[in-house]
């Protein structure tokens, strides 16, 4: 039944996850009427995440309409499923006993991950919409500093002492009332809490009872420190292929466990970054945003492009003379200046992922630039030909295709050493490589690829 | 200890997980003074992630080294963990004794990951050095598509008949001698073998003995059809917070289960190949390729480029007697060019990413069209305006500053359409639109650039 439903309504023919156009047409509708029980029911076989989604694509006029419509049925979970971005416009449309409502409804690390992007009126109506033993839980994690792995853990955990065997341990877990709802792994410590292993249920139910737990735990098992950047704790699940990983407090003492679940979350979060980072696209930036605030993201970078290609600008304009003499320079610089960019985009995009995955590292950092720079050659010198064979039979000019050629060849390997060295002198000085090295690497190409062109033209031509 | 180790070794004083320079020089040391030893006891701490990591910083000729020397030692998940382009290098250097041994000790969902990427000869090899049992799984395996969730699923599951209770269950599971190494919930499935649920293993822990499954089931289940493209599975666990999932064939039968570790690194690779498409290079591009795998990657998009830039030129050439006589024309032609560039890029990449999540669908599809041409006009008038100004103070001509002010709205405009249209467009022709938009899009920008720039300035100076 489950299943059917899910096929119908949000599965649609070719079989991937795109929610149906049908049940969009629903919502519409049943806002259009006005009708609350007709939306309520387009919503009920929907994951809290589609709804989420859903509302993302709506109108913020339509939006605001969903939010008063679906009332009092709004589920905690949509909120915690939305785009940041568009939370604190969702919250303000909200009745104030309906988001207290909501927020109640959430796991207090659902609670954290939504609190710590609202501001601060919205915060304060959310953690007094919290019984006690929740807010001290959540204001706790809050106090961890942001993008830590304080801050993505759960506390609620489930630990037994190292000594222990799998018959105590099971006959420990059957007696307790209320186990996480989620959890895989039981946690061993020390005397002074400090875990020195761990065991998956499933190897436990599998398990002899006399069988003493340190003979059945994870190699896999290790520790993330709670002060360790999200980033990292994402990087550790995937490459070590965790599923949970207790956190340790400075003493090395347990006070939390990551679940993969999450890790996979901020992995997906670090990816959109810097896919939007190297694009020159601000973060959190979504099809959602209103027109302004998408705009004003926009700006900076487009603003910056602009100073550095004026800076080209400066650079042709030193050779007016001999454009004005042979405007096939201007016909063909272009083509020098693309082709530089381009190479050096590819370079820095490699590099960029490189060090994300820690693979570019100081061990092999003068290897990679020596092969990107021999790369750069080897490309540069087959361009360089057949450009200087385009130029000569466009132009009549053999001159002009010796000209294209060099420069060519010194632009692309400029643009495949630019495209290391930026950014991983960005990443020395702490600032994220993926966030400014497009600029830089493209004014170096744009103005390498000019002065080599039209520098050598005005030699040799002139 | 082993947490020792690891914070020594290999999480150096940054706590992140880059390889420590000292691993890396003894590594190195021992490579050459040809100590199998040295190397054995240098790597002895690692996980085999970080020894395959560790390889692939290496040169080509240490890494043969390597091999010869790392010998019988060779730790089949090692293999696994390395980067796809390099494997058959690496097993190209291996003893075939070596690599049989390697081969046995994996998990079969691993053999099938590892054989799938490699030449004849090897997949026999690797098939031969299976038992029988292991080999009929990892042919049925082989037996479903490339990329398809049959590919990644594993065989062992653990199921129990819908009517079961709690009691029965654990009985069961306590009775059975092998029980999975990874398994995170028991499927519940109906005589005919269609699974209808799941239970997690710690609410089957926490619950009395006389409880139903059916009662205690998980809300997040949902089943994966056989054939299912992996990204879209990928897609599946991060948006429904999935922690495994059974798999079934056309019948609704169950046939095996994912689990989220696999999805996450799925995920982590179609990130990989949008970041990497996105910027003209190859799939499957690594720091660890040679420098001729490298060049022959990068060198279709760069010819892509160069003809798409010629076009550009071309275009510049129609207006070669306007920038005779205006050099100021070809001063400031590349600013209009390389703006539309940049902003066509913010718009694709943002519509590439939506694409991706899903939020980009035939119902928002316009509304999205109509928001980037009206943040395009907003942006275009802003440094329509700036560039005015600048052009006039710069050249003294008024006329100038309106031409280039003209030239900046249109191109910006056209980038936003041109930004989301044409990703959107090779979705629809089922060509993956991180692939090709890249070079559509800046040709789109330079060729309208040139031709509004150059066009009016034809019209409004001569």
Same mark, same amino acid.
């Not at 954290?112 to 706790?140: F, G, M, N």
């Not at 792994?185 to 002899?208: A, E, F, K, N, Q």
């Not at 000019?450 to 005005?458: N, V, Y």
């Given at each position: 039944?489950?299943?059917?439903?899910?096929?119908?309504?949000?599965?649609? /023919?070719?079989?991937?996850?795109?929610?149906?156009?049908?049940?969009?047409?629903?919502?519409?509708? #049943?806002?259009?009427?006005?009708?609350? #029980?007709?939306?309520?029911? #387009?919503?009920?076989?929907?994951?809290?995440?589609?709804?989420?989604?859903?509302?993302?694509?709506?109108?913020?006029?339509?939006?605001?309409?969903?939010?008063?419509?679906?009332?009092?049925?709004?589920?905690?979970?949509?909120?915690?499923?939305?785009?940041?971005?568009?939370?604190?416009?969702?919250?303000?449309?909200?009745?104030?006993?309906?988001?207290?409502?909501?927020?109640?409804?959430?796991?207090?690390?659902?609670?954290?991950?939504?609190? /710590?992007?609202?501001?601060?009126?919205?915060?304060?109506?959310?953690?007094?919409?919290?019984?006690?033993?929740?807010?001290?839980?959540?204001?706790?994690?809050?106090?961890?500093?942001?993008?830590?792995?304080?801050?993505?853990?759960?506390?609620?955990?489930?630990?037994?002492?190292?000594?222990?065997?799998?018959?105590?341990?099971?006959?420990?877990?059957?007696?307790?009332?209320?186990?996480?709802?989620?959890?895989?792994?039981?946690?061993?410590?020390?005397?002074?809490?400090?875990?020195?292993?761990?065991?998956?249920?499933?190897?436990?139910?599998?398990?002899?009872?006399?069988?003493?737990?340190?003979?059945?735990?994870?190699?896999?098992?290790?520790?993330?420190?709670?002060?360790?950047?999200?980033?990292?704790?994402?990087?550790?699940?995937?490459?070590?292929?965790?599923?949970?990983?207790?956190?340790?407090?400075?003493?090395?003492?347990?006070?939390?466990?990551?679940?993969?679940?999450?890790?996979?979350?901020?992995?997906?979060?670090?990816?959109?970054?810097?896919?939007?980072?190297?694009?020159?696209?601000?973060?959190?930036?979504?099809?959602?945003?209103?027109?302004?605030?998408?705009?004003?993201?926009?700006?900076?970078?487009?603003?910056?492009?602009?100073?550095?290609?004026?800076?080209?600008?400066?650079?042709?304009?030193?050779?007016?003379?001999?454009?004005?003499?042979?405007?096939?320079?201007?016909?063909?610089?272009?083509?020098? #200046?693309?082709?530089?960019?381009?190479?050096?985009?590819?370079?820095?995009?490699?590099?960029?992922?490189?060090?994300?995955?820690?693979?570019?590292?100081?061990?092999?950092?003068?290897?990679?630039?020596?092969?990107?720079?021999?790369?750069?050659?080897?490309?540069?010198?087959?361009?360089?030909?057949?450009?200087?064979?385009?130029?000569?039979?466009?132009?009549?000019?053999?001159?002009?295709?010796?000209?294209?050629?060099?420069?060519?060849?010194?632009?692309?390997?400029?643009?495949?050493?630019?495209?290391?060295?930026?950014?991983?002198?960005?990443?020395?000085?702490?600032?994220?490589?993926?966030?400014?090295?497009?600029?830089?690497?493209?004014?170096?190409?744009?103005?390498?690829?000019?002065?080599?062109?039209?520098?050598?033209?005005?030699?040799?031509?002139?």
């Amino acid at each position: 039944m489950l299943d059917d439903q899910i096929t119908d309504d949000v599965q649609p /023919e070719d079989g991937d996850y795109e929610i149906n156009r049908g049940v969009f047409g629903s919502v519409k509708d #049943a806002l259009q009427a006005d009708n609350a #029980a007709a939306l309520a029911m #387009a919503l009920a076989p929907l994951h809290p995440a589609d709804i989420a989604d859903l509302m993302e694509q709506l109108s913020s006029d339509d939006r605001e309409d969903f939010v008063r419509l679906y009332g009092s049925e709004f589920d905690g979970e949509v909120l915690s499923e939305l785009d940041e971005g568009l939370r604190e416009d969702i919250i303000s449309y909200m009745a104030p006993e309906v988001f207290a409502e909501a927020v109640r409804e959430l796991e207090t690390d659902d609670v954290v991950d939504l609190i /710590e992007d609202l501001d601060e009126p919205h915060t304060e109506a959310a953690l007094k919409a919290l019984d006690d033993d929740d807010r001290v839980v959540v204001e706790q994690s809050l106090s961890y500093p942001e993008e830590s792995a304080g801050r993505l853990m759960q506390r609620e955990l489930v630990v037994a002492p190292e000594h222990w065997n799998v018959g105590q341990t099971i006959d420990f877990l059957r007696n307790q009332d209320d186990l996480p709802e989620q959890f895989y792994h039981v946690i061993l410590v020390d005397p002074r809490m400090r875990p020195t292993g761990y065991v998956t249920l499933g190897r436990l139910m599998g398990s002899p009872r006399a069988t003493a737990m340190t003979e059945i735990t994870e190699e896999s098992f290790r520790t993330i420190p709670v002060l360790q950047d999200e980033g990292d704790v994402a990087y550790a699940f995937n490459q070590y292929h965790l599923i949970s990983a207790p956190v340790v407090d400075e003493d090395d003492r347990l006070v939390g466990v990551i679940t993969i679940d999450d890790a996979m979350a901020i992995l997906d979060e670090e990816h959109e970054e810097d896919i939007l980072r190297l694009a020159g696209v601000g973060e959190e930036s979504s099809l959602s945003d209103r027109v302004i605030d998408t705009t004003k993201r926009r700006f900076p970078w487009l603003a910056v492009n602009l100073v550095t290609s004026i800076l080209a600008s400066l650079v042709i304009a030193q050779f007016d003379k001999v454009i004005a003499q042979f405007v096939a320079l201007a016909v063909l610089m272009p083509i020098v #200046a693309s082709m530089g960019g381009n190479a050096g985009t590819q370079s820095l995009t490699v590099a960029v992922r490189a060090l994300a995955t820690k693979d570019l590292t100081t061990s092999n950092v003068w290897r990679v630039i020596r092969r990107e720079a021999i790369v750069g050659l080897v490309n540069g010198v087959i361009f360089a030909v057949v450009m200087g064979v385009v130029g000569v039979l466009w132009f009549g000019t053999p001159m002009l295709g010796v000209v294209i050629g060099v420069a060519m060849v010194v632009n692309l390997v400029v643009a495949g050493l630019a495209g290391v060295m930026i950014p991983v002198t960005l990443e020395r000085l702490d600032i994220d490589p993926a966030l400014a090295s497009g600029a830089f690497v493209t004014t170096v190409t744009d103005v390498v690829g000019f002065f080599a062109f039209l520098g050598l033209a005005a030699v040799v031509l002139l």
